[in-house]
């Protein structure tokens, strides 16, 4: 039977990943390189404005709850710094608190995350999406909270959670609104996240505004593309669609082909299109929930004009995010034997 979550709780449609390097550290069958070396999961990686680093959310070993923690990390490899993590009380044991989905916004001076806090098979989880200076991402008292989740959104759909958090503008964050539900029925997976629409924070003053993108519906992923336009995918669809901040006319820019190679996760180079396909993902309704998507990645390909392109499929990839000079792909990747997820980088252009 499937259940509306308004908590995380325990992350179950992983496999159980060690908790000592010892995996991690195997020699590594790239291409493509990886620029992350961690036991636990590096997910969501965003670049900064210029390029030279990438924000990401890394996963501790070092306490029970495995909390997801931000760090910035420099493109070439090197030293993670600005580590934000919890602190508070309920960062031990029983707790999950997860920093995830950061956007750099355009100033370069600040850079806005999701966080959430959660007791392991709880309910009523506190999640925000805040913002800070670079400078004092670490420091609580510095983060100015823009949108609290669960909301209940104006299209009368119930944002969960959001991903995908990037800056249309200076003062416009998109997001992907997320549907959190738990399977009791499944012993090896029973946490799934399944999207729901876009939707946009507009910024004034101290105040945000939230809005839903029109015919955006079931939607699994979002970029945002020259000229202010949005550019998303749909669930248990292979086509790339582009509408505009505010709605109205929605066009189909590409598509994929195969009806089951699902296209998530969209980003715009130009005139060329990289999207998250086929993989282990499946889409089907189900009692109570209705429309849902899961989703453990697939292959990186590429779509100009009528021509689609694999790009490559030797991890199970998600979430990728496009350098500023539209040179490389930095994407999470799911290792296909160990199933660890480390931030690989696929070089696009020379």
């Known amino acids: 039977m499937f259940l509306l979550l308004v908590t995380i709780g325990c992350q179950h449609d992983q496999v159980p990943e060690p908790t000592t390097p010892v995996v991690d550290t195997l020699p590594d069958d790239g291409p493509p390189p990886r620029l992350t070396l961690n036991a636990e999961m590096d997910v969501t990686p965003a670049y900064t404005t210029d390029g030279t680093h990438l924000w990401y959310a890394w996963q501790r070993s070092d306490q029970a709850d495995r909390d997801l923690c931000l760090g910035l990390l420099p493109v070439q490899g090197g030293t993670r710094s600005h580590e934000?993590?919890?602190?508070?009380?309920?960062?031990?044991?029983?707790?999950?608190?997860?920093?995830?989905?950061?956007?750099?916004?355009?100033?370069?001076?600040?850079?806005?995350?999701?966080?959430?806090?959660?007791?392991?098979?709880?309910?009523?989880?506190?999640?925000?999406?805040?913002?800070?200076?670079?400078?004092?991402?670490?420091?609580?008292?510095?983060?100015?909270?823009?949108?609290?989740?669960?909301?209940?959104?104006?299209?009368?759909?119930?944002?969960?959670?959001?991903?995908?958090?990037?800056?249309?503008?200076d003062s416009t964050l998109v997001y992907l609104a997320v549907l959190v539900t738990t399977n009791d029925t499944l012993a090896a997976q029973d946490t799934f996240y399944s999207g729901l629409e876009i939707a946009t924070l507009t910024l004034a003053?101290?105040?945000?505004?939230?809005?839903?993108?029109?015919?955006?519906?079931?939607?699994?992923?979002?970029?945002?593309?020259?000229?202010?336009?949005?550019?998303?995918?749909?669930?248990?669809?292979?086509?790339?669609?582009?509408?505009?901040?505010?709605?109205?006319?929605?066009?189909?820019?590409?598509?994929?082909?195969?009806?089951?190679?699902?296209?998530?996760?969209?980003?715009?180079?130009?005139?060329?299109?990289?999207?998250?396909?086929?993989?282990?993902?499946?889409?089907?309704?189900?009692?109570?929930?209705?429309?849902?998507?899961?989703?453990?990645?697939g292959a990186l390909w590429r779509g100009v004009a009528f021509t689609s392109t694999l790009v490559d499929d030797t991890r199970l990839f998600r979430h990728p995010t496009l350098s500023p000079d539209h040179r490389t792909v930095a994407l999470e990747g799911r290792d296909l034997a160990t199933r660890i997820q480390d931030i690989y980088l696929v070089k696009i252009a020379e």
């Not at 959660?118 to 991402?137: C, K, L, N």
């Not at 609580?140 to 249309?168: C, Y």
């Not at 970029?223 to 790339?240: E, H, L, Q, S, Y």
């Not at 505009?244 to 180079?269: K, M, Q, W, Y």
């Open 205 to 297: 003053g101290d105040t945000a505004t939230l809005a839903s993108i029109p015919g955006t519906g079931l939607a699994s992923g979002v970029a945002v593309a020259p000229g202010g336009k949005i550019v998303f995918t749909r669930n248990g669809d292979p086509r790339i669609f582009r509408t505009t901040l505010t709605g109205g006319p929605v066009e189909t820019i590409h598509d994929f082909g195969n009806i089951s190679n699902f296209a998530r996760d969209p980003v715009v180079a130009g005139d060329t299109i990289y999207a998250i396909v086929g993989g282990e993902i499946s889409y089907g309704t189900y009692p109570i929930v209705g429309p849902l998507q899961l989703d453990k990645g």
């Open 84 to 169: 934000t993590c919890h602190a508070g009380a309920g960062s031990v044991g029983d707790s999950a608190n997860w920093y995830l989905s950061p956007a750099p916004h355009p100033d370069g001076k600040r850079v806005a995350w999701f966080q959430l806090s959660s007791y392991f098979g709880g309910r009523g989880s506190s999640g925000e999406i805040v913002i800070a200076p670079v400078d004092a991402t670490e420091d609580p008292s510095q983060r100015t909270g823009l949108q609290h989740f669960p909301i209940h959104a104006p299209s009368g759909r119930t944002h969960v959670m959001p991903e995908q958090l990037q800056w249309a503008n």
